[in-house]
């Protein structure tokens, strides 16, 4: 029983760093109709933004502290919103036009750019970094339970940005304007608005919670690589697609549940070193037994 | 099958087959004075050329995208590699070439076999789900071979005899445009085109897409994989690692470059591409940097490919 709750924990807590990313994929995609492959990306550079502004915050407010570690998320979110907003403006804006298999190649390509680059030695170097503690850490046991304090800032700031995010979709004028462009973009631009900058909006938030996805990541790993999104993007990718991609609350479900069935089939033996492979494989089975998602609404062809 | 029907691209396809043949035999007659370097380059270059004909087959011909080509290659690789490992010991070295074919053979069939099973997927799903569905697969025979003990699990397979001649590659090779080209000339080939242009269209036309968007992954998949069975008698050596995203990227950026459905352009860009990162060799630190740049460069300036001048509405070239 108490195994069980462990790994409760531990897999809610991976979840919820799942479900900020796939937020980030399913945004674009529902209106851009693409998979955004950078995204993985903009959750690196946020940890290693991260990692460089912590020092010369600390000069001011000592870490760790939570003030500290505020500022330094909310810099490295200013940080990675632009970086968004930039990958979009140069690398899709142009081939807006184009079949969406020039589009997702393009998409692939900035990807393995920004990966090579920062393996370079004269930018991050391909070596492991130690991530900088920004938070004091305490754990709290409970009984058997062990709780640490980063699995329940994760989680909370999660929820936070899930009701943030809810909120910006849901009741301001530009989540308004989102909704529309995702249901049809021609009708929306009719309506007077502007497309062009909805979609730099869209890859900004997006671009915004990866970079607090990937702070929240950097914090549980053992330290951070330029290599480190890659794994955790697949990841929030698949939870994208079994919520339903272009569905806000589905790709949420879809990150912890996938986050929640990876720690279990983790924590059996013999099942843990298939981990990277259960993933992917759960995908196949939704996408062949329910293509468009647990919440996702099924699409019907018209010629 | 419809020589009568269309006998210049058949007359196209089989004079690949005769020229490809004769390279290889001339070539390997010399090999012995090749240095080894080149050599080495030479039989990538060959292995690099049955893996994009094949993979243009699915992603250019029949206009399925596939990421998964690397998994198909580390299913035949590593069947290959392990049928000779296990029997060469057994047999006199006379059989040598016998059990080159046979390992090579049932390589392609499992890795055919697998195709079988990317494909099923495919019959419900398109464009950019279908990608993912590929590359996942991948990911998952990679996984696979990282945990089987009996290939070496992540440390990698060691010893394979070194089989793979120039021969046997461009003889391959030759075999694999021919077959490749001539299938998608044929009567029944015109499916693929049929599909790749519009699927609904061609079904109504009495076409079943099902059938030839599956037919297309097991061609793909077994010449993949016979193109890992090669690799694995060439290199001597095989580690999961060598089979991953990156590889599979490498090869549809080859069918990219040398434009969707172009046999020939294809080829080419398999040369180039080969040899590139060799020419590259003195920045090699700036090499991928400068590979990730070419392939967003190229989708914004040319998409349909660099060979690709005057594309006939649904000509499939030799």
Redo the contacts between chains.
Sequence with gaps: MDWLLQQLINGLALGSIYALIALGYTMVYGVLRFINFAHADVLMLGAYAAYFLAPAVSTVFPLPSLTGALIVTLLSVMICTGIGILIEFLAYRPLRQRPRLTVLITAIGVSLFIEFTCQHEAVFGADTKPFPQLLPVHDFNLGGLVIGSNDLVVVVTTLVMLAALWFIVQRTKMGTAMRAVSFNQQAAALMGININRIISFTFGLGSALAAIAGILYALKAPGIDPLMGVQPGLRAFIAAVLGGIGNLPGAALGGLLLGLLETFAGGISGLSNYRDGIAFAILILILLFKPAGLLGKATVEKV | MSSSLNPSSITGAKRWLIAGVLLAVVVSMFSAQFNRYYLGILVDIGINIILAVSLNLINGHTGQ?SLGHAGFMAVGGYTAAKISLVISPMLPPALQPVIFLFALVAGGALAALAGLGVGV?SL??R???L???TL??G??IR??V??MESVGAASGLKGIPKYTTLGWTFGLAALTIYFVSALVNSTYGRGFIAVSDDE?AASSMGINPVRYKVTAFVTGAFFAGIAGGLYAHHKQFLSPTGFDF?KS?DI?VMV?LGGMGRTAGVVVAAIILTLLPEVLRQFS??R??I??????VL??AR?QGLFTWNRKKGGAPA
């Design positions: 995208f997927p419900r799903l464009g950019d789900y990608a993912i569905v996942g697969f990911e998952i996984v696979v990282q945990n609904v990156l990227i549809v990219i630190e700036y991928m940097i590979y990730s740049l070419l392939i967003i989708m914004m998409p």
